[in-house]
């Protein structure tokens, strides 16, 4: 037997039956002073005698009345360090119900004979009074007065506590003075071991100016940033607006940065997947919050459809895409997710957290290569998977550019391995993870993209599965492996140089959570053979983002850190294209996502061309693979 635990067990039973009789104790003696007060306050403080004795008659009445009808109302069963409007009201609903009963026993036994009508609607107002305000003052002193060890503490350290909670602080500086601020606000004040003082807001809405917060003043616009700070000494600085425009967030920083102070930033709403917004989640300002993409609006309900319940397949699932593909696809309830990686590190990763945040699904992790067709058939038949998400594939274009024939059998024959395996144990649905990069390819790595999703169109547009069979198309992810984001911050903390390949390349760019949120629901809108194309907003200049990571980085571009020119690598372009020649842009129903109608069945090119670059991918020869990639895709334009 565990003797701590048991002890532990009894001390908390002891407290909890010391808690509940001390608050009933305390409810007996105020509700026997808001019956007395009631008489007093109808008599003018003098009683007469044949009042006096109705009050003794009736006080016990009154009193077993009342705390029974506050037990079942619950007024016992609460944590009053938390005491909030629920409870409230539930003291009113309470006090009026017990008053209704006494007053309706009263008026059918004696018709009001010998009683005063006005006491029981005194009493009524000084029962709410004194029983919430007991309350109320419970919460004040759990909160400002009170550590969380159980028992009383002495005066001594209480006024430590007052001390520390407003003399050793930071002093907070929150912009943003809508429901993020107020919630942050609310957490920081309840939590005394943040050790942060709110000492204002700002907000660029005028009708908020010269309000208050909790008490807290909003003290200016945004534009006012660095007069505030110098008026309130502040030491940070909260940007808590979830969704704000880029130009407005680089002016935030900036204005931050030229006040020397410290400066953090809530998650985005795409990053905050349930939506809550708490102070575990503030962090440093990165570069996708000022990409100042906008809120996503999800059908949640058209995608649990196919989601919640079923078995769902990702491939490529360590990756920086399919890991969050995992998570997002948690959200829904799955009756199982099967995991498939070539990468045991960052596989195991993801098992492990998605074990940890979701212990009812099923979580199942198979080491396992896209280019191995038979492993991949097992793997379909052992779990019967109905949805396919596919993001498994070879991305980096300068490696590709030098081992071609790794992106013939990685990203085209292990999609088709991918594509059999679904038809043959009768996949619902088949999700194909695409990029900007396979529009007019000038590189193998878009030629080998392309190449799939011509694979991945032909087979509801040929009318070869019942599958449904949807390609998702879209740009540069902030963030992810092999991305510009985390080049560029490695060569930054080296103190540069920062290395642009041309000062006027351009890129389509969008956060993770975003992207995968924007798949998921493409995903519920497709019945088969579609491009789903996710809206990047504008394309950013990759100088601009240099020096934008720079200038984040607290130094600035071209005085501490260099940037320099080095030329674009082998198969990129200037600039990326989301939409090939001949498809037709068709609108949805939701503002981020089109469609995209392209040739409906292209065997006539693919049929034996495949299996001849597959081949020809066996003797590494780039020349022959650039060529009959080039059969294949006639928009391709080999570097």
């Known amino acids: 037997m565990d003797f701590k635990k048991l002890a532990n067990v009894m001390i908390k039973s002891t407290l909890l039956y010391r808690n509940f009789f001390l608050i009933l104790a305390m409810d007996l003696f105020f509700l026997a002073s808001a019956f007395y007060f009631a008489y007093l306050i109808r008599f003018d403080f003098i009683i007469p005698q044949q009042f006096s004795i109705s009050l003794y008659q009736l ?42 009963l006494m007053v ?132 940070e600085v909260l940007i808590a607006i979830s969704s704000t425009i880029p130009q407005k967030m680089r002016n935030i920083v900036a204005e931050c940065e030229q006040s020397g102070v410290t400066f953090k930033t809530i998650p985005s709403m795409g990053e905050l997947i349930n939506g809550d917004v708490t102070v575990n989640g503030i962090r440093e300002v990165a570069y996708s919050d000022l990409l100042g993409r ?55 990763e993801i098992e492990l957290e998605l074990k940890q945040n979701f212990r009812n699904i099923k979580i199942i992790t198979l080491l396992l290569d896209v280019q191995d067709k038979k492993q991949l058939e097992k793997a379909f038949e052992a779990y019967g998977s109905q949805t396919v998400f596919h993001a498994a594939a070879y991305k980096h274009v300068p490696l590709l550019e030098l081992q071609p024939w790794e992106a013939v059998t990685n990203n085209i024959q292990g999609t088709l391995n991918i594509i059999e395996a679904a038809k043959k144990f009768n996949v619902e649905r088949f999700v194909f993870v695409s990029t900007d990069k396979a529009v007019k390819p000038t590189s193998i790595m878009g030629a080998s993209k392309r190449v799939a999703e011509m694979l991945i169109q032909n087979q509801n547009g040929c009318g070869l599965s019942h599958t449904q069979f949807i390609i998702v198309r879209f740009g540069n992810v902030v963030g992810s492996v092999g991305s510009v984001v985390p080049l560029f911050k490695k060569q930054i903390q080296k103190g540069g140089p920062v290395t642009v390949t041309h000062p006027e390349v351009t890129r389509y760019f ?91 069945c292209n065997l006539p090119i693919l049929n034996g061309k495949i299996d001849d670059l597959i081949q020809i991918s066996m003797t590494q020869d780039a020349k022959k693979i650039k060529a009959k990639l080039k059969e294949i895709v006639p928009e391709y334009r080999p570097y």
């Not at 077993?64 to 409007?85: A, C, E, H, N, Q």
């Not at 917060?213 to 534009?223: D, N």
């Open 294 to 348: 906008e809120v996503i609006r999800l059908d949640e309900e058209k995608i649990g459809v196919y989601l919640q319940g079923q078995c769902v397949l990702v491939t490529g699932a360590g990756g920086s895409i399919g890991s969050e593909l995992c998570r997002q696809i948690c959200r829904f309830r799955p009756k199982c997710l099967l995991l498939i990686d070539r990468a045991e590190g960052p596989l195991y």
């Open 59 to 100: 006080l016990p009445l009154f009193l077993i009345t009342k705390i029974v009808i506050f037990y079942f109302f619950d007024l016992y069963r609460g944590m009053w360090r938390y005491t909030s409007i629920s409870d409230l009201f539930n003291i009113i609903k309470a006090s009026s119900l017990s008053t209704l």
């Open 510 to 600: 969008m956060t993770i959570p975003e992207a995968c949120q924007l798949i998921l629901q493409a995903c519920s809108m497709g019945i088969g053979s579609e491009i789903f194309l996710l809206e990047m907003g504008t394309s950013i200049k990759i100088d601009d983002m240099a020096r934008d990571l720079i200038r984040l980085s607290g130094f600035e571009p071209d005085v501490d850190i260099n940037i320099e020119y080095i030329g674009l690598r082998p198969g990129e372009k200037l600039y990326e294209e989301l939409i090939i020649e001949g498809e037709g842009v068709v609108p949805t129903n939701h503002e981020k996502i089109m469609v995209l109608k392209g040739k409906d």
């Open 104 to 235: 309706g026993f009263i008026l059918f036994s004696t018709r009001f004979h010998g009683f005063s009508r006005s006491v029981f609607v005194i009493d009524w107002c000084l029962t709410i009074l004194f029983v919430s305000g007991i309350r109320l003052c419970i919460r004040i002193y759990f909160e400002h007065f009170c550590d969380d060890n159980p028992g009383s503490i002495p005066i001594w350290k209480t006024l430590s506590t007052f001390k520390r909670k407003y003399g050793d602080c930071k002093r907070l500086l929150i912009i943003g003075a809508g429901n993020c601020g107020e919630k942050i606000y609310r957490e920081i004040h309840d939590n005394a071991r943040l050790q942060y003082r709110v000492v204002g807001f700002l907000d660029d809405d005028s009708d908020k100016l010269g309000k208050k917060i909790h008490g807290v003043p909003v003290l200016g616009q945004i534009k006012d940033i660095r007069k505030v700070i110098n008026k309130t000494k502040a030491d």
